[in-house]
């Protein structure tokens, strides 16, 4: 089974987070809902208060497959601005392990100097955040380790990737029919 640890922080954009949770889980992912909070209730930026199931401190990282930043204001700069997730971050990037980010939150992984050379996409206005891309404005983009995406509206195509990264394009579409997507 594989293990995704999705990172929420007071602000976060909910549909983002939750889309990856759920669409994760459906195809048979651990997926542990990480709070970098003091507490496990966190707030998203449309006022929906979640519990998540772990504090940062207490979470194992060391067999986790994918790292992933939903995006949302003041979410990402909350995510940002906490210096365990970006140590984290940086060693998952030196290990080439995956790392996934949406909407805002790739420009963590910009300001980390991660995006170095790779292929990225982000929410319109925060391209010049994505230090050393190549900014691209497909939905998702995939370069290596590294999966980013532009935003709510691509929260069912990225989560997709990453059931494709992680069980193949067959369990993806399996994933897609059963949520009724794109038909």
């Known amino acids: ?13 909910e549909i ?27 707030r998203g930026s449309h006022d929906i208060e979640l519990k998540a199931d772990v504090l940062f401190e207490e979470a194992e990282y060391g067999d986790a497959d994918i790292l992933v930043l939903p995006g949302g204001m003041p979410g990402t700069l909350n995510l940002r601005n906490h210096e365990k997730l ?4 940086k060693e998952f990037a030196a290990k080439d392990k995956k790392i996934a980010a949406i909407c ?5 992984l910009g300001e980390l100097g991660i995006l170095k050379g ?9 391209e010049e955040k ?22 709510l509206g691509t929260a069912i195509s990225f989560a997709l990737e990453l059931i494709s990264q992680l069980y193949g394009e067959e369990k993806a579409e399996e994933i897609k029919k059963s949520v009724i997507y794109g038909h």
């Open 16 to 42: 983002e987070g939750l889309t990856v949770v759920d669409l994760l889980r459906r195809a048979g992912a651990e997926v542990l809902m990480v709070s970098v909070g003091e507490g496990l209730t966190v």
């Open 104 to 108: 805002a939150a790739p420009m963590i």
């Open 86 to 89: 970006c140590a984290l971050l």
């Open 130 to 151: 994505l230090f050393g891309a190549e900014v691209c404005t497909e939905r998702v983009v995939r370069d290596g380790n590294l999966t980013t995406s532009r935003g």
């Open 118 to 126: 790779k292929r990225a996409t982000c929410y319109p206005g925060f």
């Open 1 to 13: 089974m594989a293990k995704v640890c999705v990172f929420t922080a007071d602000g976060f954009e």
